[in-house]
């Protein structure tokens, strides 16, 4: 199970080292799953300072370039000094605030050459999801629409746009069916990897297990849920129960 944390633009430093100390209290724990976070971008720290729980930090944005003339940006160079060799890509907020398809696919297209492991977003708004299953699965086709599937290091994560943030995820039935539609989609392109998916939107540790549970669901992205270390820690221990 990938149990991985979207802090958004939220902690601080000092939130970040007491993060890091409360999860080395349950280092046990921590091993069972792969777990991953995504830290405030002005709070990625050198990957060694991770080297001693078994956490791998991941980059929740990145510029398709090393480096150069992209203010406000952070490219590759800067990501491979902090020894960061994960990255977030395609996120329904990023895309909000102006990521398009080709971007998306830029930055997927970069990183991929670089050997990333990708976390590769893909989501549909309401007004999809209230024409039914076939509509979303044809909005969410768009959102891979030239991301290799062959890529060993890809992971995608599916957040309906509706959920994230939300009073509740998504039902049971909801992300049973989407993501079994989109296993068979992903296997009909690459037969030879059962690539891993995510569901995201309003995980926390009252439905965790539930979700963990769900036919194709290999892990969970989770947001406001993980913002607490022990809330994180609680839902570990509920995909393992
Ligand atoms: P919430 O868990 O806060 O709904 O956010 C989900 C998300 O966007 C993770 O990337």
């Given at each position: 199970?990938?149990?991985?944390?979207?802090?958004?633009?939220?902690?601080?430093?000092?939130?970040?080292?007491?993060?890091?100390?409360?999860?080395?209290?349950?280092?046990?724990?921590?091993?069972?799953?792969?777990?991953?976070?995504?830290?405030?971008?002005?709070?990625?720290?050198?990957?060694?300072?991770?080297?001693?729980?078994?956490?791998?930090?991941?980059?929740?944005?990145?510029?398709?370039?090393?480096?150069?003339?992209?203010?406000?940006?952070?490219?590759?160079?800067?990501?491979?000094?902090?020894?960061?060799?994960?990255?977030?890509?395609?996120?329904?907020?990023?895309?909000?605030?102006?990521?398009?398809?080709?971007?998306?696919?830029?930055?997927?297209?970069?990183?991929?050459?670089?050997?990333?492991?990708?976390?590769?977003?893909?989501?549909?708004?309401?007004?999809?999801?209230?024409?039914?299953?076939?509509?979303?699965?044809?909005?969410?086709?768009?959102?891979?629409?030239?991301?290799?599937?062959?890529?060993?290091?890809?992971?995608?994560?599916?957040?309906?746009?509706?959920?994230?943030?939300a009073t509740?995820?998504?039902?049971?039935?909801?992300?049973?069916a989407t993501?079994?539609?989109?296993?068979?989609?992903?296997?009909?392109?690459?037969?030879?990897?059962?690539?891993?998916?995510?569901?995201?939107?309003?995980?926390?540790?009252?439905?965790?297990?539930?979700?963990?549970?769900?036919?194709?669901?290999?892990?969970?992205?989770?947001?406001?849920?993980?913002?607490?270390?022990?809330?994180?820690?609680?839902?570990?221990?509920?995909?393992?129960?």
């Amino acid at each position: 199970m990938i149990i991985a944390a979207n802090l958004k633009m939220n902690l601080k430093r000092k939130d970040l080292q007491h993060y890091k100390e409360t999860l080395q209290t349950q280092l046990s724990l921590l091993n069972s799953v792969d777990a991953v976070i995504f830290p405030n971008m002005a709070c990625l720290l050198d990957s060694s300072y991770f080297q001693d729980i078994p956490l791998t930090q991941g980059a929740q944005n990145a510029y398709p370039a090393k480096n150069g003339a992209y203010t406000g940006e952070i490219g590759s160079e800067i990501l491979e000094e902090l020894g960061i060799r994960t990255i977030l890509i395609g996120h329904s907020e990023r895309r909000e605030l102006g990521d398009n398809q080709e971007f998306c696919l830029a930055k997927f297209t970069y990183y991929q050459e670089l050997g990333f492991r990708i976390f590769y977003c893909i989501g549909e708004p309401l007004h999809i999801r209230k024409k039914g299953l076939s509509a979303v699965m044809d909005f969410l086709q768009t959102q891979i629409s030239g991301i290799d599937l062959h890529y060993p290091s890809l992971v995608i994560a599916y957040e309906p746009i509706w959920a994230i943030g939300a009073t509740q995820p998504a039902s049971i039935e909801e992300i049973s069916a989407t993501h079994l539609n989109l296993k068979n989609l992903f296997r009909n392109i690459n037969p030879t990897r059962d690539i891993p998916l995510l569901y995201g939107g309003s995980v926390k540790a009252d439905n965790a297990r539930e979700i963990s549970q769900i036919n194709g669901v290999d892990g969970m992205l989770i947001g406001s849920g993980a913002l607490n270390p022990q809330n994180f820690l609680h839902i570990i221990k509920e995909t393992l129960e």
